[in-house]
């Protein structure tokens, strides 16, 4: 220890003494006595808060991906390693306090013991929610009366209006076979009931339908949480049974619609109904080509991606009653609380408000949870704006709804969330060189820009699109609707129980043309929809993940350490990235693809992908085209030269010149008697007709008829050399509560097939 010898001199000499230990202490600080913390880790040291949303994905998405659906010994030995995880977490602690652990290794041990109990908790979570919402599906196609309860009103996006009901009441069919609710659209616009009516009306019905191919998106599992068991459609009209019980769970859903009836009349057309969609919740008047220029221009999240409306009504309520407050202050008036949390509080009332109005949606829920978060922290005198709210709003979503992790929504609204609190950081640092003038504009540009980067690559993963042109129209719609659009809807709905909500809904009706006139003028431009070709399943998980693992390291960045340090901090991100744009970029589309009805068959040929026939197994084909990044309609796609033959006999030639194979589709009633002369060597023959029994197919060719692609679901055969492989949907899918578990089947026809188209395809002919 280095010795400084000070003369003391009274008062002098004892201040001259503080001075002298102060030195000795900063020359030489005392050893570390026994289980002193030292520096905490990167994880530890930002929170590990900000840490809990990552660990609980990591979990679910180890609980969708898994090919089965685990037992009860996999959730009981699950239990028991949380427990175990938890133990070594509190033991840790101690540990290191009595010494007999250095807090190094116990600082690891806590973490990693911590972030394996979050991993298998959101394991468990989502196995505890898919068994929560667990209801009977419809295991056959039917036809005949349908009661039941109104639920809900939507609009498809083929524009058809579709019903939702619940209580379902079907003929001869038991209550433990009957579904808990089911969707119904209707070839025309019906006499649209009120929520909350008992209707009767004759439909055809079916099990919620799967992948149009096997690593497309399945409908089943969102339908299985949605608690949905059968969708189908009708043609006839909606007879009432019974009126609308008054009060009730679904009063709040009558007056969304008598509010949104409301708003579509004054307004009226499309600015009407946009309006409506911001407000109410209620998007079916918005038409199929509405949604299409909105898509394109990138403006569609204002109205269902992102709840962005909920929170531009919160912040608009919290900016009003902040403004009043002091309005009545400078009038003399005083307060008992601080202006701003009283601002909070009546923010809160008013989101909570407009989240019953609205119906509840995902992306609203979503919203609300994060602007309560936001401003409860204000109330407590914490930052509204960090990585922590953020994280705690997603932590209330993956419990309240783990399946949440798999959607668009989700993905997109906290990736745009997380890049802006994290712009935020960098702009208030340099906010002070731009000038004051700029503010605003350079704010708006920044937040566009970064968002837009932020949900550009999860939005192309998911639909398949790249909007160019989509800083420019959220930069000039996205104020009006903050400015206008919002407040006026609030104002009206405020104002409408006096019937004065009509000067409102004209500036707001203003507003969403305005929006409108946007979107269009931007899809216009040459070049403004980009499609691109879907990734596999497996790209989206690693993009997400390094995306996520970037911004929560990145403030380890601002961290004064060395260049090797950071590059090996973000070593991990950095790779997931790159690895999934690899697999993305180098991803072959499949070679055929056929339809699970046997409705549709699709071959790519040297100017794209050729289906069978200009019309039939439509959805089908719009998804394969989509998926291979061609934007044309499936009539354009068909008038390619590949099929030849009538209409319900069509032949193609598919694979390599030297080794090629010839594949048929028949349709219709006429198949059966057009097999015989059809079942040649080297043939796949594809109907949607039964044509087999329960025991083999003879013949020289390989037949797949509607029984066995019900057992393997969408075919996809992938050209490897002079060969295929055949992947099943059944088997991609595994056995999962929403689908039916037919994998040993499946598997089996797939490698039948696999063998079949194994060459010397020559020989057999």
């Given at each position: 220890m280095v010795s400084i010898e000070l003369p003391d001199h009274g008062k002098e000499g004892r201040a001259l003494s503080w001075i002298r230990r102060k030195i000795q202490q900063g020359l030489a600080r005392p050893a570390p006595r026994k289980g002193t913390r030292p520096r905490l880790s990167p994880v530890t040291r930002g929170g590990f808060t900000i840490w809990v949303p990552f660990w609980l994905s990591l979990g679910i998405g180890l609980w969708f991906w898994l090919p089965a659906d685990p037992g009860p010994v996999s959730y009981g030995v699950g239990t028991g390693a949380v427990l175990l995880c938890l133990a070594l977490h509190a033991a840790a602690r101690r540990l290191a306090e009595a010494g007999r652990l250095d807090w190094a290794r116990a600082d690891i041990l806590r973490i990693a013991s911590l972030a394996l109990a979050l991993v298998l908790g959101g394991f468990l979570c989502a196995g505890l929610r898919s068994a929560a919402v667990a209801a009977p599906v419809l295991e056959f196609r039917y036809y005949g009366p349908i009661e039941g309860r109104v639920i809900d009103i939507d609009r498809s996006s083929r524009d058809r209006i579709r019903l939702f009901l619940d209580e379902v009441q079907l003929k001869d069919t038991p209550p433990e076979r009957t579904p808990d609710k089911v969707r119904i659209s209707f070839m025309t616009v019906p006499d649209l009931p009120m929520p909350g009516e008992r209707v009767m009306l004759t439909g055809h019905l079916g099990p919620p339908p799967g992948p149009s191919e096997p690593d497309d998106f399945d409908f089943r599992r969102n339908a299985w949480f949605e608690g949905i068991g059968a969708i189908g459609y009708s043609r006839t009209p909606v007879m009432t049974v019974t009126e609308a019980v008054p009060g009730g769970v679904l009063a709040m859903l009558r007056i969304r619609m008598r509010l949104s009836a409301l708003m579509q009349g004054e307004i009226g057309g499309q600015s009407g109904a946009v309006a409506s969609a911001l407000i109410t919740g209620d998007r079916s008047g918005i038409s199929e080509a509405t949604n299409e220029v909105m898509r394109i221009s990138s403006l569609y999240h204002i109205i269902s991606i992102s709840g962005l409306h909920m929170s531009m009504l919160a912040a608009f309520s919290y900016g009003a009653i902040r403004l009043i407050g002091v309005s009545a202050i400078a009038l003399g008036g005083s307060l008992l609380w601080p202006l701003h949390k009283i601002a909070a509080i009546g923010a809160i009332v008013i989101a909570t408000a407009y989240l019953l109005l609205s119906g509840g949606g995902v992306a609203t829920e979503r919203s609300y949870l994060m602007v309560l978060v936001m401003l409860c922290a204000i109330l407590v005198n914490r930052r509204a704006i960090s990585l922590r709210t953020v994280a705690l709003a997603a932590i209330a979503v993956l419990l309240k709804g783990p399946e949440a992790l798999t959607s668009p929504s989700f993905q997109?609204?906290?990736?745009?969330?997380?890049?802006?609190?994290?712009?935020?950081?960098?702009?208030?640092?340099?906010?002070?060189?731009?000038?004051?003038?700029?503010?605003?504009?350079?704010?708006?540009?920044?937040?566009?820009?970064?968002?837009?980067?932020?949900?550009?690559?999860?939005?192309?993963?998911?639909?398949?699109?790249?909007?160019?042109?989509?800083?420019?129209?959220?930069?000039?719609?996205?104020?009006?609707?903050?400015?206008?659009?919002?407040?006026?809807?609030?104002?009206?709905?405020?104002?409408?129980?006096?019937?004065?909500?009509?000067?409102?809904?004209?500036?707001?009706?203003?507003?969403?043309?305005?929006?409108?006139?946007?979107?269009?003028?931007?899809?216009?431009?040459?070049?403004?929809?980009?499609?691109?070709?879907?990734?596999?399943?497996?790209?989206?998980?690693?993009?997400?993940?390094?995306?996520?693992?970037?911004?929560?390291?990145?403030?380890?960045?601002?961290?004064?350490?060395?260049?090797?340090?950071?590059?090996?901090?973000?070593?991990?991100?950095?790779?997931?990235?790159?690895?999934?744009?690899?697999?993305?970029?180098?991803?072959?589309?499949?070679?055929?693809?056929?339809?699970?009805?046997?409705?549709?068959?699709?071959?790519?040929?040297?100017?794209?992908?050729?289906?069978?026939?200009?019309?039939?197994?439509?959805?089908?084909?719009?998804?394969?085209?989509?998926?291979?990044?061609?934007?044309?309609?499936?009539?354009?796609?068909?008038?390619?030269?590949?099929?030849?033959?009538?209409?319900?006999?069509?032949?193609?030639?598919?694979?390599?010149?030297?080794?090629?194979?010839?594949?048929?589709?028949?349709?219709?009633?006429?198949?059966?008697?057009?097999?015989?002369?059809?079942?040649?060597?080297?043939?796949?023959?594809?109907?949607?007709?039964?044509?087999?029994?329960?025991?083999?197919?003879?013949?020289?060719?390989?037949?797949?008829?509607?029984?066995?692609?019900?057992?393997?679901?969408?075919?996809?055969?992938?050209?490897?050399?002079?060969?295929?492989?055949?992947?099943?949907?059944?088997?991609?899918?595994?056995?999962?509560?929403?689908?039916?578990?037919?994998?040993?089947?499946?598997?089996?026809?797939?490698?039948?097939?696999?063998?079949?188209?194994?060459?010397?395809?020559?020989?057999?002919?």
């Open positions: 997109m609204s906290f990736a745009a969330t997380v890049a802006l609190v994290i712009g935020h950081g960098y702009w208030s640092r340099v906010s002070g060189y731009v000038p004051m003038i700029f503010h605003q504009p350079a704010m708006l540009l920044l937040t566009s820009l970064v968002a837009s980067m932020a949900t550009g690559p999860i939005a192309a993963a998911h639909f398949g699109r790249i909007a160019p042109y989509g800083i420019l129209a959220n930069l000039l719609a996205v104020p009006i609707v903050g400015t206008i659009v919002m407040p006026m809807g609030v104002i009206s709905v405020i104002l409408a129980p006096f019937g004065l909500a009509g000067p409102a809904l004209w500036l707001m009706g203003l507003g969403t043309s305005w929006m409108l006139d946007i979107a269009e003028a931007i899809a216009g431009l040459k070049g403004a929809d980009l499609i691109v070709a879907a990734p596999p399943s497996n790209v989206l998980p690693l993009i997400g993940s390094g995306m996520m693992l970037a911004a929560l390291l990145g403030p380890q960045m601002r961290k004064p350490s060395g260049l090797m340090r950071k590059l090996a901090i973000f070593s991990l991100p950095a790779s997931l990235l790159v690895v999934g744009s690899v697999l993305w970029i180098s991803s072959k589309r499949p070679e055929v693809l056929i339809s699970a009805d046997g409705t549709a068959i699709g071959i790519r040929g040297g100017a794209g992908r050729v289906p069978s026939k200009p019309s039939g197994g439509s959805f089908s084909v719009e998804n394969w085209l989509h998926n291979d990044g061609e934007a044309v309609s499936q009539k354009t796609a068909a008038a390619r030269d590949l099929w030849s033959g009538p209409a319900n006999a069509r032949d193609a030639r598919a694979g390599p010149d030297a080794n090629p194979i010839a594949v048929i589709h028949l349709t219709g009633k006429g198949a059966a008697e057009a097999l015989p002369q059809r079942c040649k060597a080297a043939t796949v023959i594809v109907s949607d007709q039964l044509l087999t029994g329960s025991g083999p197919v003879r013949g020289p060719c390989f037949l797949l008829d509607r029984r066995r692609l019900d057992r393997t679901g969408a075919l996809a055969l992938f050209r490897q050399g002079d060969s295929y492989r055949v992947v099943s949907t059944t088997v991609v899918h595994g056995r999962r509560p929403w689908n039916r578990p037919r994998v040993a089947p499946a598997e089996r026809l797939a490698a039948e097939l696999t063998t079949y188209l194994t060459p010397p395809l020559s020989a057999q002919r």
